[in-house]
């Protein structure tokens, strides 16, 4: 008789939602949109950490120039702790593009530069959240940290990430699962 694989979770197009006691304080009151999860491990940015630097200012910087209406003011985010001198862009729609991760089949994570130049010059894509930097996780880390209670998931909602500032994010997931964040204890259990 073959011995089974138990099978694993997929969390590709969730979100993490960092619990109280998250002691790392890149993810402190974070929510991380998982672009990516397999055996190799897991992808993420971060959607609700502004930086001070708008799209204006980034696409300055990178001599890319931003013609396009309503994303001047737009803020780059902290995607997470890796490559935080790289850029990546969420998008819908998912698009064409040199160096694309597809998430879905209406949305991507692109770390090339020509979806920056086609926002700048034809305000496509319209959705984007643009990080500096990702969350990466290691074979086997994920699973392990959501062991440890580090995280609470649940699946994206791509309103919360494109529809809502971004101080709203993390308690619009929250209360996806009926659950207030204040209530929230440090110390969570297995039930």
């Given at each position: ?78 995607g997470g702790p890796v ?11 998912l698009g064409e593009w ?58 994206a909602d791509l309103g ?32």
């Amino acid at each position: 008789m073959p011995r089974m694989e138990t099978p694993t979770a997929n969390f590709t197009h969730h979100f993490l939602i960092a619990m109280p006691n998250m002691v790392d304080p890149h993810f402190t009151r974070t929510l991380t949109y998982i672009a990516e999860h397999n055996e190799q491990g897991a992808l993420g940015i971060i959607v609700n950490r502004p930086i001070d630097m708008t799209l204006a200012s980034l696409f300055e910087r990178i001599e890319v120039p931003l013609e396009a209406e309503g994303f001047a003011a737009q803020p780059v985010y902290f995607g997470g702790p890796v490559q935080t001198d790289r850029g990546f862009v969420l998008h819908r729609p998912l698009g064409e593009w040199h160096s694309t991760l597809k998430v879905t089949d209406e949305i991507g994570l692109t770390s090339s530069r020509d979806v920056l130049q086609a926002i700048g010059t034809g305000g496509e894509p319209r959705d984007v959240i643009v990080t500096l930097g990702y969350a990466g996780w290691a074979a086997g880390q994920l699973e392990q940290e959501l062991l440890d209670n580090a995280w609470l998931t649940v699946p994206a909602d791509l309103g919360i990430v494109f529809e809502l500032p971004p101080e709203e994010r993390l308690v619009a997931a929250m209360q996806k699962l009926g659950i207030d964040f204040t209530n929230l204890s440090d110390v969570a259990g297995h039930a």
